[in-house]
């Protein structure tokens, strides 16, 4: 017996509203496992609006949101799934990859130690721009 595969991430009837202003409305998608989400528009259309919406840090003025068949709201495994990286991202220009990611685990309170973001840079292939 077949069993129904469930979307990865799914947004349903997405509105935001920001002050008297309508972003976005009925934006409906459906991502799968492997897939990825494009987000285009002109300044001020809502893309940002939208990502923070689907990383649960902001909630739509209407629609819902389902990871893995549950609505995110309900999904703490989800919130620990999701890495979000803004406009103003944190980065300190006059330190080095490995300098600002020990930084950041500092911030988070992590045990992570510096060989530790080592072999996470070597794992996601950049290592050696680890002392740009």
Not at 77 to 94: C, F, N
Request: aromatic fraction near 6%.
């Amino acid at each position: 017996m077949r069993t129904q595969e469930v979307s990865v991430l799914k947004a349903h009837d997405l509105k935001c509203v920001k002050g008297s202003t309508e972003l976005f409305s009925n934006i409906h998608f459906q991502i799968e496992s492997g897939e990825a989400l494009v987000v285009e528009g002109s300044n001020g259309s809502g893309k940002t609006s939208l990502l923070r919406i689907l990383c649960g840090f902001n909630y739509p003025a209407e629609g819902e949101i389902s990871w893995c068949g549950t609505s995110i709201e309900q999904h703490d495994e989800y919130q620990q799934q999701i890495s979000y990286i803004g406009h103003a991202s944190g980065v300190k220009l006059d330190l080095t990859v490995l300098e600002n990611l020990v930084y950041a685990q500092r911030l988070v309170g992590s045990d992570c130690d510096e060989n530790e973001v080592k072999e996470i840079i070597r794992a996601v292939g950049l290592f050696k721009q680890r002392n740009v």
